[in-house]
C-alpha cells in the first residue's frame, strides 16, 4: 500500500502564499522621470509601459534601451489601474518591485564607515521619497523599513524620490528592532533622533565619528516607539536656533543625513 502524502506544516503552506502572493505583487509607476529612470535601470524587472504618443516622444531614447513596446493611448483615455487624479504626464510602467538583497549583504561595512538610516512606522509615500531623495545625495548606503506600517513601492513614492527610488536602495525588514541589533553587531553606532533628548546630534556625530552610523527616524506626531529608543545607542536632537523648533520627518531626515555626510566625510555606497 502507497504511503500517504504528509500534509504541508500551516507555517510552510503559509510561507509559500506569502512568496506567491509577494512575486505577483507589480507597482505602476507614472510620470515622466519615474517611467524614464525605471526604464533605463537594468535591475527592473518590467511588464508594461503604457504612454500617450507625446510621452512616447519624450521618452523614445529610453523604450529604445529598454526594449519594451509600448502601448499608445490617446491621452483622454488613459486606461492604467491608477489614481485618476495622479501627475501621469502620458506615462505609466508596470513594474516588479525592486530587490536590494538583505540588510547584512548591503550594509556590511567592508571596510569603510557607512552611513544608513532607519524610519520608524514612516507610512507617507512622498515622506519616504523625499527621504530616499536626501539619502542619495547624501551618500547612505541604504534607507530601513518594516514591511509593515511603512509606505510600500508605489507610484506616488518613486516620483516624489524623483529617481532615486532606481538608484537608492530601500531595504524592508521584518522587525525593526532585530534589524537594529543586527547593525549593532556589524559595528553600527545606532543614533535615535528625538525633538526631546539632551545630546544634540553634531555632538553625538563628532564623539563617534570614525564608525558606522545609523539614524533611525520616527513618524511625525508620536515620534519613535518606546522599544525604539531603548535599543537605540543614543538619542538626540537637532539643535534649532530659536526656542522652539519643528520640521517635518523628510527634512529632518536630510539635516541629519547632512550633519552625518559633513561629520563623517566622504562615504562609499
Known amino acids: 500500500m502507497a504511503p500517504r502524502n504528509k500534509k504541508k506544516p500551516i507555517w510552510v503552506v503559509e510561507k509559500e502564499r506569502a512568496r506567491a502572493a509577494s512575486a505577483a505583487e507589480t507597482v505602476?509607476?507614472?510620470?515622466i522621470h519615474a517611467v524614464r529612470d525605471a526604464l533605463e535601470n537594468p535591475m527592473r524587472e518590467r511588464l508594461r509601459l503604457v504612454v500617450t504618443k507625446n510621452a512616447a516622444d519624450r521618452l523614445a531614447d529610453a523604450i529604445t534601451k529598454s526594449g519594451m513596446t509600448p502601448e499608445i493611448q490617446d491621452p483622454?483615455?488613459?486606461?492604467?489601474?491608477?489614481?485618476?487624479?495622479?501627475?501621469?504626464?502620458?506615462?505609466?510602467?508596470?513594474?516588479?518591485?525592486?530587490?536590494?538583497?538583505?540588510?547584512?549583504?548591503?550594509?556590511?561595512?567592508?571596510?569603510?564607515?557607512?552611513?544608513?538610516?532607519?524610519?520608524?512606522?514612516?507610512?507617507?509615500?512622498?515622506?519616504?521619497?523625499?527621504?530616499?531623495?536626501?539619502a542619495e545625495v547624501f551618500g547612505a548606503r541604504a534607507v530601513i523599513a518594516p514591511t509593515r506600517h511603512s509606505a510600500p513601492e508605489t507610484g506616488a513614492l518613486a516620483k516624489?524620490?524623483?529617481?532615486?527610488?532606481?538608484?537608492?536602495?530601500?531595504?524592508?525588514?521584518?522587525?525593526?528592532?532585530?534589524?537594529?541589533k543586527t547593525l549593532q553587531d556589524m559595528?553600527?553606532?545606532?543614533?535615535?533622533?528625538?525633538?526631546?533628548?539632551?545630546?544634540?546630534?553634531?555632538?553625538?556625530?563628532?564623539?563617534?565619528?570614525?564608525?558606522?552610523?545609523?539614524?533611525?527616524?520616527?513618524?511625525?506626531?508620536?515620534?519613535l516607539r518606546d522599544l525604539t529608543k531603548e535599543?537605540?545607542?543614543?538619542?538626540a536632537k537637532i539643535d534649532f536656533a530659536g526656542e522652539?523648533?519643528?520640521?517635518?520627518v523628510s527634512n529632518a531626515a536630510a539635516v541629519s543625513l547632512y550633519a552625518a555626510r559633513t561629520s563623517l566625510g566622504p562615504m562609499k555606497k
Open 28 to 31: 505602476w509607476l507614472f510620470g
Open 76 to 134: 483622454r483615455k488613459f486606461n492604467v489601474p491608477i489614481d485618476p487624479n495622479s501627475v501621469h504626464q502620458g506615462a505609466a510602467l508596470e513594474v516588479k518591485p525592486l530587490d536590494w538583497g538583505s540588510l547584512s549583504e548591503s550594509c556590511a561595512p567592508r571596510g569603510d564607515n557607512p552611513l544608513i538610516i532607519l524610519l520608524d512606522r514612516v507610512t507617507d509615500p512622498h515622506n519616504v521619497g523625499a527621504i530616499l531623495r536626501s
Open 231 to 235: 535599543t537605540v545607542d543614543i538619542l
Open 187 to 223: 559595528g553600527y553606532f545606532l543614533i535615535g533622533m528625538d525633538g526631546a533628548a539632551n545630546d544634540v546630534l553634531d555632538d553625538v556625530l563628532f564623539v563617534h565619528k570614525n564608525r558606522p552610523t545609523a539614524i533611525v527616524m520616527g513618524a511625525e506626531g508620536p515620534g
Open 160 to 180: 516624489t524620490a524623483s529617481g532615486a527610488l532606481e538608484r537608492q536602495p530601500y531595504i524592508k525588514i521584518r522587525n525593526l528592532v532585530t534589524a537594529m
Open 244 to 248: 522652539f523648533g519643528s520640521l517635518n
